[in-house]
Nanobody, 121 residues
Framework: QVQLVESGGGLVQPGGSLRLSCAAS????????MGWYRQAPGKQRELVAA???????NYADSVKGRFTISRDNAKNTVYLQMSSLKPEDTAVYYC???????????????WGQGTQVTVSS
C-alpha cells in the first residue's frame, strides 16, 4: 500500500506563510496526481491544489496567486507553499495521491492523516 506523511502545519498570523510537505512511501509503482485538500469545521472537504506527473496544476479559485504546489517526483513528495494566509484558510489540510502499487491493475486514491493549519492573530 501507500503511506502519506504530512508535515508543516501550525499556527500563523494573517498575512504569514507556511509550507506543507507530504511524502509518499510504500510499494509504489507509479503516481499520477498528488495534491492537497482541506476541510474547515462544518464544511465539506475541498480541493486546494493538485499536480499531475505530466506537469499540470489545478488550484481552487480562493487560493490562486497565494498558494503554489510543487513536486519532487524522485522523492514522491509534494509541497504546498502558502503565502498571504487568511483566517478563512484555517482548516485541516490533507495530502492526497492517486497512484498504483505493484500488482495493482488500476490507480486508487490514498490520503494522509491531515495537518492542522490555523491562521489567527
Amino acid at each position: 500500500q501507500v503511506q502519506l506523511v504530512e508535515s508543516g502545519g501550525g499556527l500563523v498570523q494573517p498575512g504569514g506563510s507556511l509550507r506543507l510537505s507530504c511524502a509518499a512511501s510504500g510499494s509504489i509503482r507509479s503516481i499520477d496526481t498528488m495534491g492537497w485538500y482541506r476541510q474547515a469545521p462544518g464544511k465539506q472537504r475541498e480541493l486546494v491544489a493538485a499536480s499531475t506527473t505530466g506537469g499540470s496544476t489545478n488550484y481552487a479559485d480562493s487560493v490562486k496567486g497565494r498558494f503554489t504546489i510543487s513536486r519532487d517526483n524522485a522523492k514522491n513528495t509534494v509541497y504546498l507553499q502558502m503565502s498571504s494566509l487568511k483566517p478563512e484558510d484555517t482548516a485541516v489540510y490533507y495530502c492526497y495521491t492517486r497512484g498504483r502499487v505493484w500488482g495493482a491493475i488500476t490507480n486508487r486514491d490514498y490520503w494522509g492523516q491531515g495537518t492542522q493549519v490555523t491562521v489567527s492573530s
